[in-house]
């Protein structure tokens, strides 16, 4: 089974803080995209990359930025966060012969 | 890509079978339509996929028309356990650093 893991299922930080949120991805894939879903808005694309080192903003890509140094990892960076950050975080990945996105569990952020 | 729309909650009870119509005016000649299904505090999880006509797999059916401006997911016999969001996306491949976008998905909500 493709497995989509991300670090974190739940996290409380301060604002102002620095945060990274990890996901590994264990298919090989190519793609990898971050996603935020909030009540009412649905999952906004944040950044998504299709090759190592290549990133492309995605529709809200305002307060973030991400690294992909590795093909199997891709780290979503929130450089300052505030509490309008508080969201659910999705990361997921495709690509190969297939043409099905797989996600992560999401990691609940919480900015105080 | 594609501007999808779909009703914004449907209500169902067990055993029914369970229609929602996503519609996509303007998909272009080289675009798939593809279906997710989120349950609360998870990830999208893929559902099925098609071009044209019907697709069928163990989970649910997709028919597409013949001007493909809509399509239809059919869940067979619901249960209360498929009471999730589903979403209709329209896109040709995703591997060609293309993005991945979720539109606002229909919330199914299946009584006993």
């Known amino acids: 089974d493709v497995k989509v893991t991300q670090s974190s299922r739940y996290l409380v930080k301060r604002t102002g803080e620095k945060v990274f949120l990890e996901c590994v991805q264990d298919?090989?894939?190519?793609?990898m995209f971050w996603y935020r879903q909030d009540p009412g808005l649905g999952l906004r694309l944040i950044y998504f990359s299709y090759d190592v080192k290549m990133k492309e903003k995605g529709d809200i890509p305002e307060g973030y930025s991400v690294s992909r140094e590795k093909k199997e990892r891709f780290s979503l960076i929130l450089e300052s966060a505030s509490t309008n950050q508080t969201s659910m975080y999705l990361c997921?990945?495709?690509?190969?012969?297939?043409?099905?996105?797989?996600f992560g569990q999401g990691t609940r952020l919480t900015v105080v | 890509l594609a501007k999808t729309t779909q009703p914004i909650s449907m209500d169902s009870y067990e055993g029914q079978e369970v229609n929602i119509t996503c519609s996509h005016n303007?998909?272009?000649?080289?675009?798939?339509i593809t279906w997710y299904q989120q349950f609360p505090s998870q990830g999208p999880r893929f559902i099925i996929q098609?071009?044209?006509t019907k697709v069928t797999n163990e989970v649910a059916s997709l028919f597409i028309p013949a001007d493909r401006k809509s399509s239809t997911l059919s869940l067979p016999r619901v249960s209360l356990s498929d009471t999730a969001v589903y979403y209709c996306?329209?896109?040709?491949?995703?591997?060609?650093?293309?993005?991945?976008?979720f539109g606002q998905g229909t919330e199914l909500s299946v009584k006993p």
């Open positions: 303007n998909i272009a000649t080289n675009d798939y």
């Open positions: 997921a990945s495709g690509g190969g012969s297939g043409t099905e996105a797989f």
């Open positions: 098609g071009y044209k």
């Open positions: 996306l329209v896109g040709d491949t995703l591997w060609q650093g293309g993005k991945l976008i």
């Open positions: 298919m090989d894939h190519e793609n």
